[in-house]
């Protein structure tokens, strides 16, 4: 499962190569044939959808948020384990949320957000949410008023619609390119998403603040595929180097562009994300609540 971080066609679309790649490339490591082993992709319509998923064995594999695998670990305590994350350049393995305005808004500052209307994206997206909602905590800002707009390229949207004062999107650094003798910087955050309804949308909708730096989202595998545990590792271990292979590959590299605006992912354990626990720990969060 992928989580609903875009528009469901344009994952789907984009993540056709890559099932297929799976299917042949996990057949020949644990069949050793060129077919039979099947691989079933979807996108839920919610981030907890995902999480969910794992608890009722629905889903076995899954790109998820960095809030949204806790919850299915820790809170939920589904039986899953991170095994991969992605890597940005030239952010390395950390990202932030941004908060961002309208350029014409009096809102030029986290500070100037006391008293207004805010858009977040998902109770279960920690650059959308969780860092946002921790960044006000320690600032002590207290909002007007607060709703989920499910999705980051919405959250852009509802700023630019004038829906709400100001919102939280994930935030990725710009593309450094050399074009015609100049290097020009192209935007890779969530406002990147809106370009075909926004076309100055990086002059429309500016970036008034960060949050604090967490350890990249998670692909999840679910620890009970297998009851043999060997049976298991070796799954996870040619799930995880053929997911490499494909990432490497041209069409593993534009997908993880317009997918997660990364460049490739690597091998972690559950112990990546003990800096985001912490955080959680400090924000006293009903997280039972948000995954109902």
């Known amino acids: ?29 644990l069949l050793q044939q060129e077919s039979g082993f099947y691989i079933k992709s979807s996108i839920p319509t919610s981030y907890v959808a995902v999480v969910e998923s794992f608890g009722t064995g629905r889903a076995d594999v899954a790109a998820m ?16 384990e991170a095994f991969l994350t992605v890597d940005r350049y030239p952010d390395g393995l950390k990202y932030r949320g941004a908060i961002i305005a309208r350029a014409d808004s009096k809102v030029k500052s986290v500070e100037d957000l006391k008293g ?11 650059s959308g949410f969780i860092l946002p ?21 919405t959250v852009v949207m509802m700023v630019y619609q004038k829906q709400v004062d100001a919102g939280a999107i994930y935030y990725s650094s710009p593309e450094q390119r050399r ?51 060997e049976e298991q590792e070796r799954l996870k271990k040619a799930l995880t180097e053929s997911i490499i292979e494909f990432t490497s590959s041209p069409d593993g590299k534009n997908l993880m562009q317009v997918l997660v605006r990364a460049e490739k992912v690597v091998p972690v354990t559950d112990a990546f994300y003990d800096p985001v626990r912490d955080i959680l720990k400090t924000l006293n969060l009903d997280t039972e609540k948000l995954v109902k």
Not at 3 to 26: C, D, M, N, R, W
């Open 1 to 29: 499962m992928f989580i609903p971080y875009a528009e469901s066609q344009t994952i789907i679309t984009h993540t056709e190569g890559l099932v297929k790649f799976l299917e042949k490339s996990l057949s020949q490591k």
């Open 65 to 80: 948020t960095t809030f949204s695998y806790l919850l299915t670990k820790d809170v939920k305590k589904y039986p899953v």
């Open 116 to 126: 207004k209307k805010f858009a977040y994206a998902d109770p279960a997206s920690t």
């Open 133 to 153: 909602a921790k960044l006000f905590k320690d600032k002590g800002i207290e909002l007007a008023e607060t709703m989920f707009a499910g999705r980051h390229d």
């Open 179 to 229: 074009e015609n003798g100049k290097t020009t910087f192209h935007i890779r955050d969530a406002r990147s998403m809106t370009l075909t309804q926004i076309p100055d949308v990086e002059k429309q909708i500016q970036i008034v603040g960060f949050t604090e730096e967490v350890p990249n989202e998670p692909w999840v595998i679910r620890t009970t595929i297998y009851q043999n545990p």
